[in-house]
Nanobody, 121 residues
Framework: QVQLVESGGGLVQPGGSLMLSCAAS????????MGWYRQAPGKERELVVT???????NYADSVKGRFTISRDNAKNTVYLQMNSLKLEDTAVYYCNYNAWVFGPASYRELWGQGTLVTVSS
């Protein structure tokens, strides 16, 4: 069974930094895109950033220049470095993988359970 587990959320002051991690367990044939989404209270889930297997990225305008995504293909792990955090970055952050998995072979969209990031003074 494949599973995504996020870590690294917490409370940070405006202007601070946090790094989120998302580790995958299970049997993967290949992982195409990885990404981070977020959902603020009372709002819909929105894209933060995605990264393809080739390393191409797509950032939301609201986080460009402040957030950086990276992936470790050997560890099936994706990271989100968040700098210069703002009050409006407060949300539950979810990692997302689109991948071919074994047992039986299928193409799956996977989500983590979410990790809360609170930006507050």
């Amino acid at each position: 069974q494949v599973q995504l587990v996020e870590s690294g959320g917490g409370l940070v002051q405006p202007g601070g930094s946090l790094m989120l991690s998302c580790a995958a367990s299970g049997s993967f044939a290949s992982i195409n895109s990885m990404g981070w989404y977020r959902q603020a209270p009372g709002k819909e889930r929105e894209l933060v950033v995605t990264i393809t297997g080739g390393g191409s990225t797509n950032y939301a305008d609201s986080v460009k220049g402040r957030f950086t995504i990276s992936r470790d293909n050997a560890k099936n792990t994706v990271y989100l470095q968040m700098n210069s955090l703002k009050l409006e970055d407060t949300a539950v952050y979810y990692c997302n993988y689109n991948a071919w998995v074994f047992g039986p072979a299928s193409y799956r969209e996977l989500w983590g359970q979410g990790t809360l990031v609170t930006v507050s003074s």
